[in-house]
């Protein structure tokens, strides 16, 4: 039964699928730690279910120029331990950022931009970048603040360079004992113990709608055959990541409801390009097959992608015909479906002079998206109709990622998730043009390179009026499927399952989030 746990009236239980790895909010950025601990932190600017960006602690914000950026703050909020919110928390956050010792992944991917920050008055903060930067309150978004109670109350001068801050910051242990961890969030740190759960309670003090549960617990299940079991044996009322092979199951039970939504997250196929040959490529008299677009489209006509989705993601997926499904900004809305075309295939690998195919290795992991193995074995299947014969070698993606960056890799399975929520994020990491500087081309380990791309990409990043910026995305977007950069196959859907007297606002960014979640009706 829901409303079970202790002497509460509303309270619900999660089952996770990942268990975060801290409670601080700054300290690694992935998703199953950022989707916790914005219960507790919350950003300037909120995304809602849609990505559709939202007033958080910010009330408005504008350019005021092409560099500068102003924005108004929310007044009478409150932290959990009473001390209120202005200017002086936000500049703390901003240089608390790129200090936090061992991070794994850091924050400073969303504050790198801003080279100078200052507030005229407790209310209202003045940031400038070095260059244009329209994406700035997208990615001021992914960034909890912090209390400034932390160093007693200590005035803050921002530098990019580097703050000096008499006091000693808040380590990571500090959040997760919740010594630190101070919000102004909807709920309050209750607890935080590795292995078995989190809780919050219900913060009443909350400036915005208040949420319908006095208390959450979240349990992280990683096996999908044993977070199922306990949704279906009541230990949890709400479930994320259901597993495909159970999807009919649980729909098909009158006690139980589903929620999904086309994510922002993208699985496609990605070719080396610059080596003559590429790894586990063989056949082809040691020139390299994919620096041909003929090879690289006829290796996309030859992959059913309705058939992928029907019959390995059960429905859980859309058919991709860019690196972003089209119902986000900056896609190309015109693009047509790729379709599954064998005997073209063929035809253009004769063209390309590959009549009799060639042999190749096709790298995935086995335990990082939706059946990504299974995915794997079922291109190679297709991809042997044509002639092209594959092996696949899936593994732990520990393993892959860790190879991945060693460039051990011609041809490899892997998916993106546009944090962002619009097309720049994946054009920028997958097939711009590496540039270390303006960290483009972070995963693109097949070194595509395109200088016209590159230029559309360039543009639309300094254009800040978001139709123009979009359009200039959705050109960009249209060049790299007509050259096959990489070959998309298509977005998954975040899939929750919950008892039937629940539902929930599925969001595209896959969080789960309890403030999304109401008794049914509600």
Not at 142 to 158: P, Q, R
Not at 299 to 308: E, H, N, Q
Not at 372 to 394: C, H, M, P, W
Not at 426 to 443: C, E, F, H, M, Y
Request: include cysteine; charge should be positive.
């Amino acid at each position: 039964m829901l409303f079970s746990v202790g002497a509460h009236a509303a309270d619900i239980k999660i089952g996770l699928a990942a268990e975060p790895t801290a409670m601080d909010p700054h300290f690694h950025n992935l998703t199953p730690n950022n989707q916790v601990v914005m219960h507790i932190f919350e950003p300037l600017i909120i995304a809602n279910s849609k990505f559709e960006w939202q007033p958080g602690l910010a009330e408005s914000f504008k350019a005021i120029n092409p560099t500068t950026w102003e924005f108004k703050l929310r007044r009478n909020v409150k932290f959990h331990d009473g001390s209120a919110f202005d200017a002086n928390d936000v500049l703390f956050t901003m240089c608390r950022v790129p200090t936090v010792p061992n991070s794994p992944s850091p924050f400073t991917l969303y504050t790198k931009a801003i080279k100078e920050m200052e507030a005229p008055d407790p209310y209202t903060l003045i940031i400038k970048t070095a260059e244009p930067y329209p994406l700035l309150p997208n990615e001021l978004s992914s960034v909890g603040i912090i209390s400034d109670s932390l160093i007693e109350g200590e005035k803050v001068k921002f530098s990019s360079a580097g703050c000096k801050i008499s006091h000693a910051m808040p380590t990571t242990a500090d959040f997760n004992s919740g010594k630190a961890a101070i919000g102004t969030g909807p709920f309050k740190f209750k607890s935080f113990t590795k292995g078995d759960r989190i809780e919050f309670v219900r913060n009443d003090a909350y400036w915005g709608k208040k949420p319908a549960w006095d208390q959450v617990i979240m349990r992280p299940i990683a096996a999908p055959g044993s977070r199922v079991a306990a949704l279906l044996s009541g230990d949890v009322d709400f479930i994320e990541r259901l597993p495909t092979q159970d999807s009919e199951r649980v729909k098909a039970d009158k006690n139980y409801r589903i929620a999904d939504v086309v994510a922002a997250r993208s699985i496609f196929l990605v070719m080396d390009q610059f080596r003559d040959p590429p790894p586990g490529v063989t056949g082809t008299s040691n020139k390299n097959p994919f620096r041909d677009v003929k090879v690289r489209r006829a290796i996309s006509m030859a992959i059913d992608r309705t058939a992928i989705v029907k019959r390995v993601m059960g429905g859980a997926a859309e058919p991709a015909n860019q690196l972003l499904d089209k119902s986000f900004s900056g896609a190309d809305p015109k693009l047509p479906q790729l379709q599954y075309k064998p005997d073209e295939a063929k035809k253009l690998l004769a063209e390309a002079g590959y009549p009799n195919g060639f042999s190749v290795t096709l790298a995935s992991p086995n335990d990082r998206y939706v059946n990504d193995a299974q995915v794997a074995q079922v291109v190679a299947q297709y991809l042997s109709r044509i002639g092209i014969k594959v092996i696949v070698n899936t593994m732990t993606s520990s393993s892959f990622f860790a190879n991945r960056a060693k460039y051990d890799f011609g041809f490899y399975l892997a998916g993106w998730g546009a944090q962002t929520g619009e097309m720049s994020s994946p054009l920028r990491a997958l097939v711009a043009t590496q540039n270390k500087d303006k960290g483009w081309g972070v995963s693109n380990f097949g070194k595509y390179s395109d200088p016209e791309l590159d230029k559309l990409i360039d543009e639309a990043m300094v254009t800040v009026d978001n139709a123009k910026r979009a359009e200039l995305l959705a050109q960009a977007s249209k060049r790299s499927m007509d050259a096959m950069a990489a070959v998309p196959l298509h977005s998954e859907k975040a899939v929750w399952a919950m008892k039937k007297s629940l539902s929930y606002e599925a969001r595209a960014d896959e969080f789960t989030s309890a403030t999304n979640i109401s008794p049914s009706g509600k």
